[in-house]
């Protein structure tokens, strides 16, 4: 299985963007999965912005809510995250990830993006 990002880039600070990982090689499965997004800053450990699990329910780090929105779509084994009013402190590269058992902890995502660079400038 694969998940790969896409819709990074640089945008200005109160700017949107869409980020969109498209996952490969899942099957059937891929609706039963929790999917998530995290983020590693210039510098800093990677850490989660927002999930989506199986039955469609949402989490999102309290730095984000009310910013940016998760959701996926099963029928082409795609995630997103909508990001708005960007600040220059959300620039990191951001990852997609997925695992059976939704996690907060970075250790028990099994499957991994090869990240999309966001950076927002003032």
């Known amino acids: 299985v694969q998940l790969m990002e896409s819709g990074g880039g640089s945008v200005q600070a109160g700017g949107s963007l869409r980020l969109t990982c498209t996952g490969s090689?899942?099957?059937?499965?891929?609706?039963?999965?929790?999917l998530g997004w995290f983020r590693q800053p210039p510098g800093k450990e990677r850490g989660p912005v927002a999930r989506?699990?199986?039955?469609?329910?949402?989490n999102y780090a309290a730095v984000v809510k009310g910013r940016f929105t998760v959701s996926r779509d099963n029928s082409v084994t795609s995630l997103y995250l909508q990001m708005d009013s960007l600040k220059p402190e959300d620039t990191a590269m951001y990852y997609c990830?997925?695992?059976?058992?939704?996690?907060?902890?970075?250790?028990?995502?099994?499957?991994w993006g090869q990240g999309a660079l966001v950076t927002v400038t003032s």
């Open positions: 989506v699990e199986s039955d469609g329910s949402t």
């Open positions: 090689g899942y099957g059937h499965t891929y609706n039963s999965y929790c």
């Open positions: 990830a997925s695992t059976f058992f939704c996690s907060s902890a970075v250790e028990d995502w099994g499957v």
